[in-house]
């Protein structure tokens, strides 16, 4: 399988398409570090209006650990959209070029061909995150420094000691891989049923999207739904910057992520192994 | 009995205004030997671990480093860090709540607690501009050491201070100070972003707690009359 892999990392990374994902990455995250840099006191001044009308509140407040989380805040809700662009085009992109026919004449099994698909599909995703962890972490704490991180969240305030913080932003990629591996297999999935690579992305997107939705609606039918929707669990990266993390909530949505990784996958498998190729 | 009550009568009002102004010279006078007490110090840098405990404010305890310059230049430092304090947080620090300031001092009885019976001084600031309506100082007598204080402000509500003393009492300096304030009314503003459900329960299975938040400093170290920076309160 390992020759296959080669060749499709190769595809993906001789596209021009698979680089518009770390630019916009790129562009987005200098981007919000340029405006804290310029106007971060103001924002954060704004940002704790309802807290400093009681409290003082003393200390490095806006520093590179701060930067990180928001922008990953910002990010991981785009970021499928990216992760969509190259696994919704894994199939559907040869089957619009009238490659895959010709593809499967060689002496592969399909389901092979798949995983080596998937798993460069994969790949991509966790190149993206490092890049994404590169400069939100690293490039913001290099031009703001560390201390301890403060989040406001509806129900209290968290103050992370520094020393405290690092473990969580690498468990929290850790998790946010899971979470956007989820994606990249439900957008491989509908790669399947698609003669070109739009339809992938889109439907991926439109899941996400009226998931995500459901997820936020503070309404009572679509909270017994909640727990049912994979988007609910995509955000679990969170629950490390909790203290203490409450373990069995972040395990369970990784557990629910990883068994929906391979619900996709294997419907991927099954749905591919009695495709009649056409194109 | 109705012969007995006019005389009786006279008697309280007699005992009220004689006796009145000499209570009331005893609290001035008590006043004046905390005062003075604590104006040995002129500029103090302690060090200590501080602990909070308010239900929506979830902070380790931390060390941190306390400044206080005369008459009422005080600031809580956490080092690298964050610190959070209730505004009028001043109250933590007992020279920076009486030094500098005037007051009126009336007395109001005594109360014992522990192994201590303490003076109560209800003091009025002379200052219409001063941030405090009232304060009570529970106070031992003895070593003119303040062990409790009940401050209402303006803007900041009621605070109540309490404090151990140990091998700075000469100073009339606390080893531990436990800060009591109301956080009944402050609400914390909706989350404007995506929250994680597994965090929410975390958060709600919490207990409610009494409507107060509590902030203890324990000091290891004072530094003391070795001067301080005045930049260092900017």
């Known amino acids: 399988m390992l020759p296959i892999l080669q060749i499709e990392l190769f595809k993906i990374f001789k596209r021009p398409r698979t680089y518009i994902s770390f630019v916009a990455i790129g562009a987005i995250v200098v981007l919000i570090q340029l405006a804290f840099y310029a106007e971060g006191n103001n924002y954060m001044a704004f940002g704790l209006q309802s807290l400093t009308q009681s409290f ?6 806006l520093n590179g650990y701060l930067v990180c989380y928001i922008i990953l805040q910002t990010l991981l809700i785009h970021v499928p959209l990216l992760i969509a662009l190259v696994a919704g085009d894994q199939i559907a992109g040869e089957a619009n070029m009238g490659t895959l026919r010709l593809l499967l004449t060689k002496p592969v099994s399909r389901t092979s061909l798949l995983m080596a698909k998937f798993s460069a599909s994969t790949i991509y995703t966790l190149m993206l995150l490092v890049w994404m962890a590169f400069l939100a972490l690293l490039v913001s704490v290099l031009i703001f420094g560390t201390g301890d991180l403060m989040i406001l969240k509806s129900e209290e305030v968290v103050v992370l000691n520094k020393a405290d913080v690092l473990w969580r932003y690498f468990a929290a990629f850790g998790f946010a891989a899971i979470a956007m591996t989820t994606v990249a297999a439900l957008s491989f999935l509908l790669s399947i049923f698609a003669e070109n690579s739009i339809g992938p992305i889109v439907s991926t997107m439109s899941i996400i999207i009226l998931f995500t939705i459901l997820s936020t609606m503070d309404i009572p039918f679509f909270n017994a739904l909640k ?53 | 009995m109705k012969n007995l009550s006019i005389p009786l009568f006279c008697l309280c009002c007699l005992s009220f205004f004689c006796l009145s102004p000499a209570q009331a010279q005893d609290a001035n006078a008590l006043l004046a030997k905390v005062k003075a007490k604590l104006q040995q110090v002129d500029n103090y840098m302690a060090e200590g671990e501080m602990a909070t405990d308010v239900t929506f404010i979830n902070i380790a305890d931390s060390k941190v480093k306390v400044y206080f310059r005369q008459p009422d230049q005080f600031k809580i430092v956490k080092e690298d860090g964050i610190s959070i304090l209730p505004k009028g947080g001043m109250s933590v620090g007992l020279n920076s709540l009486l030094s500098g300031k005037e007051f009126i001092a009336v007395p109001g009885g005594y109360v014992q607690e522990g192994n201590n019976r ?7 600031p002379v200052a219409e501009n001063n941030g405090v309506v009232l304060s009570t100082l529970y106070v031992n007598e ?17 605070y109540e201070t309490s404090l151990q003393y140990g091998k700075y009492a000469s100073w009339g300096l606390p080893d531990k100070v436990f800060f009591v304030f109301n956080i009944s009314s402050y609400k914390l503003p909706k989350g404007v972003t995506m929250e994680y459900e597994g965090s929410k329960k975390a958060s709600a ?22 001067g301080l920076p005045a930049d260092l309160f900017k």
């Open chain 2, 142 to 158: 003895k070593d003119a050491l303040v062990y409790r204080t009940i401050t209402t402000t303006k803007d900041n509500g009621t």
């Open chain 2, 118 to 124: 303490l003076a109560v001084l209800k003091l009025l």
């Open chain 2, 205 to 226: 299975a919490k207990p409610a707690g009494d409507g107060k938040g509590r902030v203890s400093i324990t000091y290891s170290r004072y530094t003391i009359n070795k």
């Open chain 1, 56 to 61: 003082d509140i003393q200390g490095k407040v």
């Open chain 1, 227 to 279: 727990p049912y929707l994979f988007t609910t669990h995509m955000i679990g990266w969170k629950g490390f910057f909790d203290a203490p993390v409450s373990w069995s909530p972040v395990l369970g949505s990784a557990s629910i992520l990883v068994f929906h990784i391979f619900l996709f996958l294997a419907t991927s498998v099954i749905a591919f192994k009695r495709k009649d190729i056409l194109s």
